[in-house]
């Protein structure tokens, strides 16, 4: 067995405790990362086409749904729709209930969208969104997104050159 002097001791404990310290700090670091993202705000925005009430059979309806998964409660301030290579946003006044309404966990909030007649009036939406007090956007993509990234691109080239 061999003998160590009292510097190698003191090196080889210091080794120890800084190993130890490394493994104790990374196992907070995801705790507290795991912890921050389930604690965050978080909500699952659902579509539902061609719905239609009991009362009106020949109006066919859009309704997207804002669901809280998040912990957090959190304030819907509206609903819209970002158009294919369009600058202009639809935005949904028949919100059940009325806007601005704070969802809590697992609370939903609905809006109501007619169609005007027998054609999709609706078939240009590259993304339907609901958006909070803070400016977040929380979406629900209808398009691929090459298809979302080439109508990005249209929408600043038309705004630049209504700059110039």
């Known amino acids: ?40 705000a978080d909500v699952l925005v659902k579509v539902q086409r061609n719905m239609v ?27 819209a729709a970002r158009q294919l290579d369009v600058n202009t946003n639809l935005l949904f006044i028949d919100v059940r209930p009325q806007v601005p309404h704070v969802l809590n966990e697992t609370e939903s909030i609905s809006a109501w969208i007619p169609w005007v007649d027998d054609s999709d009036d609706l078939s240009n939406v590259e993304t339907f969104f609901v ?19 080439e109508s990005t691109y249209r929408r600043r080239y038309a705004t630049d050159r209504t700059k110039n």
């Open 1 to 40: 067995m061999p003998k160590y002097t009292t510097t190698e001791y003191v090196a080889i404990s210091g080794l120890v405790l800084a190993a130890y310290g490394a493994i104790l700090s990374t196992i907070n670091s995801i705790v507290q990362i795991a912890t921050q993202r389930k604690d965050r």
């Open 53 to 79: 009430r009991t009362d009106r059979m020949n109006q066919k309806n859009t309704i997207v749904t804002a669901i809280n998964r998040g912990k957090r409660p959190i304030t819907i301030q509206g609903f």
């Open 131 to 149: 958006y909070d007090n803070l400016g977040r956007e929380f979406k629900h993509h209808v398009v691929p997104w090459y298809r979302r990234v």
